[in-house]
């Protein structure tokens, strides 16, 4: 397949990234190497980020900001600084701005919870509205629905076009003046759909509502301006951007991190304590309760790193190209159907697919027995499989490390699977 490799344009020096990430040295069924295509699901992690956890828990590990001896302020200066690099990541206008979390479940979850508990004009209850869209992750639908069970309000959602895209031809009926909250996936983490954000934080705007936006699929893929979006509200998680698991962040414009409540009570998050009430300490840690993810905050940082190092424009640009040539080999496929936006335009690096009748559980487990790994499922995402009458699908997301020789193999490997199959 050299041949249709060449006009490729953008691509970075995989071969040099490659060498940073020890698993995908790995082999698997008598020495087959591994061909990972599951980074929407979770990043491999380069050894600069787990060396940094290494050395935290080696030589700093302590619990933060209370204690006066050297290492427990080595790590209180270590998750700090991770604060500082994450918010210089996404443009953050105060690094007080930036809370962290377990992952962007917590961070929807805690921001749907303020929500609940706030006081107005933040309140959500049963005279208001709380908007969604029909290609959410379940940890951008769950939330709100528990919200509206326990507030009355009701809950409303954009539906899918048949191409993948977000229905907005009914958004004045949609978000109207009784919406509180508008939260949406700025990029499908089953379909790769980029969604378009403007469109829909002006209509948001001009009711009133506030914007929330699940960018757990944009943050390790792109440029991520907080600023630039105006929303009011952005989550992601770590895992999914080189970084370890059990760190999510939730940004959030400053004021509303001032007048809105806390969701966990505990130790940090308190000013003063007494058996009657308690005072709260100033964002970020009126949202902090307990002993955070220390260590994962420092490898965050550590990734966060490591992606500024090579650029998250050269990133975006070297899916771009790995995800136009993937789409164009995968419908050379006989019985492939791509479920999303069958183009490479204003699409992230997934990408869905049914193969005739053959189910994507059985799908997976022959490409397993070659080494390759892929999803099957429904992803999170089980609107989306009812809305296109499929049980599930096989997903295949590319990363930095990537390559063209990997969606060959899997071209490959799916042939395999039509000849198993008869």
Known sequence: MTDARQGLSGLLDTEAIRKD????????????KIVYLDSAATSQKPRQVLDALNEYYERHNANVHRGVYTIAEE?????????????????APSRNEVIFTKNASESLNLVANMLGWADEPYRVDSDTEIVTTEMEHHSNIVPWQLLSQRTGAKLKWFGITDDGRLDLSNIDEIITEKTKIVSFTLVSNIMGTINPVEKIIRRAQQVGALVCIDASQAAPHMVLDVQALQADFVAFTGHKMVGPTGIGVLWGRQELLEDLPPFLGGGEMIETVSMHSSTYAPAPYKFEAGTP????????????????????????????????YAVRRLLEVPDLRIIGPATAEDRGATISFTLGDIHPHDVGQVLDEQGIAVRVGHHCARPVCLRYGIPATTRASFYLYSTPAEVDALVDGLEHVRNFFG
Do not use: C, W
């Not at 993810?293 to 190209?321: F, K, T, W």
């Open 293 to 324: 993810p220390i260590a994962q905050a420092v490898g965050l940082g550590a990734a966060v790193d490591y992606l500024s190092a090579i650029g998250m424009e050269n990133i975006h640009r070297h899916e771009q190209a790995i995800t136009e």
């Open 21 to 32: 990430f020890p698993i995908l040295d790995r082999t698997v069924h008598d020495g087959k």
């Open 75 to 91: 790590a209180t200066a270590l998750y700090e600084g991770a604060r500082d690099k994450v918010a210089a990541f996404i443009n």
